[in-house]
């Protein structure tokens, strides 16, 4: 399958502070990817889906302006959580779209957010 | 709404069984379904695709499709304790054009004994 990386795998803030995660897909083009959130023993949480050269689509309940996406190319999208506070901490993932394979996606690694 | 539902379990199967995993959804015009695995503390991984109604066979993967019961399944033949994870059953709900959504099932968790 194809290969999605995220970095950083892990990362633990303060409180008030903004956390950038970024989003690689390695060996194809990725018109679209999607971010999700993850908490312990549940189910994925789809955030939103960001195409590329476009404003990303946010799922309902996700508030656009503190999770800022960003897909600037066919292989990177970038999330920002901005003034993260403890409530933010979670597993984030993204998942990159392989046009050349119909509608399947592929998942990073995830982001493990710790918010001291 | 749009669901997908799936046992949560714990499903439990000794070493060298068949495990069935089963999942039902909603949308009668759903045409892609997934089977994605996942590890505790891991992301998901892509195991198994389908599009079409009938089985779909990848080693000791077999996913099953009946869209006219709105009903897929996956089978794990000869399981190992290395299959013990969450399977996660997703699917496309979109109806065409740009919306590639998943849908995914909360997923059963699967543990395969010794």
């Known amino acids: 399958g194809a290969v999605v990386s995220q970095h950083p795998s892990r990362v633990i803030c303060k409180s008030g502070t903004s956390v950038k995660i970024e989003c690689r897909s390695l060996?194809?083009?990725?018109?679209?990817m999607f971010w999700y959130r993850q908490f312990p023993k549940q189910s994925l949480m789809l955030m939103a889906t960001?195409?590329?050269?476009?404003?990303?689509?946010?799922e309902q309940g996700v508030e656009k302006d503190k999770f800022l996406i960003n897909h600037a190319s066919l292989t990177l999208s970038t999330l920002t959580v901005t003034s993260a506070h403890p409530e933010d901490s979670s597993f984030y993932i993204c998942?990159?779209?392989?046009?050349?394979?119909?509608?399947?996606?592929?998942f990073g690694p995830g982001t493990r957010l710790t918010v001291l | 709404q749009k669901e997908v539902e799936q046992n949560s379990g714990p499903l439990s199967v000794p070493e060298g069984a068949i495990a069935s995993l089963n999942c039902t959804y909603s949308?009668?015009?759903?045409?892609?379904f997934f089977w994605y695995r996942q590890y505790s503390g891991k992301s998901p991984e892509l195991i198994m695709s389908?599009?079409?109604?009938g089985d779909q066979e990848d080693g000791r993967f077999t996913a099953q499709l009946n869209k006219a019961s709105q009903y897929v399944s996956l089978l794990i033949r000869d399981s190992q304790p290395s299959d013990s994870a969450t399977y996660l059953c997703?699917?496309?709900?979109?109806?065409?054009?740009?919306?590639?959504?998943?849908?995914f099932g909360k997923g059963t968790l699967l543990t395969v004994n010794p």
């Open positions: 389908i599009y079409s109604n």
């Open positions: 998942s990159a779209r392989d046009s050349g394979w119909y509608n399947e996606q592929f």
């Open positions: 997703a699917v496309n709900m979109g109806s065409g054009g740009s919306n590639y959504k998943l849908t």
């Open positions: 949308d009668r015009g759903s045409q892609s």
């Open positions: 960001s195409n590329e050269g476009s404003k990303a689509t946010y």
């Open positions: 060996d194809f083009q990725a018109t679209t």
